[in-house]
């Protein structure tokens, strides 16, 4: 999955292991998702996204993803 968690957290001065603290799951978690594009379950995407008071579409539903998905439809 494609996502700005990094850059959304990094914008927001947290680090990985207060977001993790935060959002209730690990770091290893936490960077999975950051560098990896492993993609949360909608309850972590809330999670997560509360942890940074940021909508979850602007962290987990950026346009690029939207095409991203838009295209393997078309495929």
Do not use: C, Y
């Not at 770091?27 to 309850?43: A, D, F, N, V």
Request: aromatic letters at 2%; proline letters at 3%; glycine letters at 4%.
């Amino acid at each position: 999955m494609n996502n700005k968690l990094r850059e959304v957290r990094e914008e927001v001065g947290m680090s990985v292991s207060e977001l993790a603290r935060r959002a209730n799951t690990s770091r290893q978690t936490i960077t999975k998702i950051e560098l990896h594009g492993q993609e949360p379950s909608g309850i972590l995407m809330l999670a997560i996204s509360n942890a940074l008071k940021k909508d979850p579409r602007d962290i987990f539903f950026t346009h690029s993803v939207i095409h991203d998905l838009q295209k393997a439809k078309l495929a």
